[in-house]
C-alpha cells in the first residue's frame, strides 16, 4: 500500500485530500499545525471512511517540525510515496500594498513559499532511497492557487507567494525528473474553505454576475479529485504540469 503525506490536512482541502487518497488505497500521514484531539470531526470523517492514517503535528515553516515529520512518518510507514504540499495563510489582516508589513510577508511566505521549498527538498531526499515503482519512485503535488497569476493588490503578500510556488514546482519537476519524481501543480480558484468564508457575500455576488464559466462555488473535493488524477501511475511522461481547478476563471474573455 502506497503512502501520502499531506500537510495542511486538518481541515478544507486538505482534508478532503487526505480523504480522496485514503479512499482510493493509500495511507496517508496527516500533517497539521496541532494533534487531532483539536480536530475531532476530522478525525471522524478519516475514520469513518476507513482510512489508514497517522496524524503529525507541527509547522511547516520550522525546520525542525518538517524534518521530525517527514522521520517518524518514514519510520512508521516504511516510505513515502506521494508528498502533497497543501499547508498555507492568508495574511493575518487585508491590506493595500503600500500598508503591507514586513511581519505579514514574512508570515505568508514563510509558511506558502519557504515551508514548501523546504519540505519538498526534504521529503524528495528521503525519495530518493525508495525504489521504482510503476515507473516513478514519487509524486509531489503543490496546491497554489489562481492568485499565481492575478492580481489583488490588497493581500501582495499572498500573490507573491503563490507565485513562488508556481516557480518551485518548475524548478523541482527539472531536479528530480532524472530521480525518477515528478512535481505538480494545482491551481484553485474560489473555494468554499475557511479561509473564504469571509469574502463569500462578494464570491457569491460575483459568480452570480458570470465571472466564472462554471457558475458555482468550487468545493474541496474539486481539487482533491484534481490531485488524486496525478497521483495516479497515468502520468509518467508528464511533469511540471499544473491544472486550473477554478471553474474557468483562467480563460480570457472580451
Known sequence: MKTALVT??????????ARELGVNGYQVAVMATRGESFYPESTRT???AGISYAWYAGDIGKS??????????????????????????????RADLLDMTEESFDYVIGTNTKGTMFMTQTVARQMMKQPVYGGKRGTIINISSCSSKVSSVNRGEYCVSKAGISMLTKLFADRLAPEGIFVYEIRPGVIRTDMTSQVEEKYTELIKQGMFPIARWGVPEDVAKAVR??????????????????GGFHIRRL
Do not use: M
Not at 481541515?11 to 485530500?17: H, K, T, V
Not at 517540525?65 to 502533497?84: S, T, W, Y
Not at 495516479?232 to 508528464?238: M, P, V
Open 229 to 246: 488524477a496525478f497521483c495516479s501511475d497515468d502520468f509518467c511522461y508528464t511533469t511540471g504540469n499544473y491544472i486550473d481547478v477554478d
Open 8 to 17: 495542511g490536512a486538518s481541515r478544507g482541502i486538505g482534508l478532503a485530500i
Open 64 to 93: 525542525e517540525d518538517r524534518i521530525r515529520i517527514v522521520r517518524e512518518a518514514a519510520e512508521h510507514f516504511g516510505e513515502i510515496h506521494v508528498l502533497v504540499n497543501n499547508a498555507g495563510v492568508a495574511p493575518k489582516v
Open 46 to 48: 478519516l475514520r469513518d
